[in-house]
């Protein structure tokens, strides 16, 4: 079965550095996500993205998060100024067109220390 | 907003039970419901989607419900294995692009 690529699986990170989480989506999707989850806690959206432009945001995802689908197969989540409280697993996933379900990643753990 | 709520948080059963999930939402006007299995640091794993056209959805030991007027879903577990062990989630989508996820029941299943 197809899946969805993310790298690295776990980063750690000094307080104040850009980080850029890195995922590769199922080829053919058009539709992608960010999500992320607070150890403990229930998975949040931050935000999805569609023909090259954000479709929707949360309130999470506030001007120190950005993404991009530099080339047409990555997809990348960038924090510019990491805090300790962005310290999570951050889930990507991709979606193919009409109602079909999405695919989520394996994650990328981010520790900011 | 969505919320979604999911008891018990967790649950402890012997090898071979049938068991219940339950999964409660307040918006009943849900797009459709997904569960998924996460295993302890890992991802997420799609396990069933309802769309709120359909009532439920079989997959092997696996069955899911869903009743848009109460607001409720269930997931249906034939003969739990150890395999089985895994915290399940629900998520629910209400039109908007983004899914809404519960806290999560985790499952221990004692061989």
């Known amino acids: 079965e197809p899946e969805v690529t993310q790298t690295p699986s776990h980063q750690v990170t000094q307080m104040g550095q850009e980080v850029i989480l890195r995922c590769v989506p199922i080829?053919?999707?058009?539709?992608f996500y960010w999500y992320r989850q607070i150890l403990g806690q229930k998975v949040e959206f931050l935000v999805s993205f569609y023909n090259n432009e954000i479709s929707e945001k949360s309130e999470i995802f506030d001007d120190q998060f950005s993404v991009e689908r530099p080339d047409g197969s990555n997809f990348t989540l960038k924090i510019r100024s990491t805090k300790l409280e962005d310290s999570a697993m951050y889930f990507c996933?991709?979606?193919?067109?009409?109602?079909?379900?999405?695919?989520f990643g394996q994650g990328t753990r981010l520790t900011v220390v | 907003k969505q919320e979604v709520t999911q008891i018990p948080a967790a649950l402890s059963v012997p090898e071979g039970e049938n068991l219940v999930l339950n999964c409660s939402f307040t918006d009943s006007a849900i797009y459709n419901l997904q569960w998924f299995r996460q295993d302890p640091g890992k991802g997420l794993t799609s396990l069933l989607l309802i769309q709120s056209s359909q009532r439920e959805q079989t997959s092997g030991r696996l069955n899911a419900s869903l009743d848009k007027s109460s607001g409720r879903s269930t997931l249906y577990i034939a003969a739990s294995q150890p395999g089985d062990s895994a915290t399940y989630l629900c998520?629910?989508?209400?039109?908007?692009?983004?899914?809404?996820f519960g806290t999560g029941t985790r499952l221990t299943v004692i061989p």
């Open positions: 080829s053919n999707h058009l539709y």
């Open positions: 998520a629910g989508k209400t039109g908007a692009n983004n899914l809404f």
């Open positions: 996933a991709s979606r193919g067109q009409g109602a079909s379900r999405p695919f």
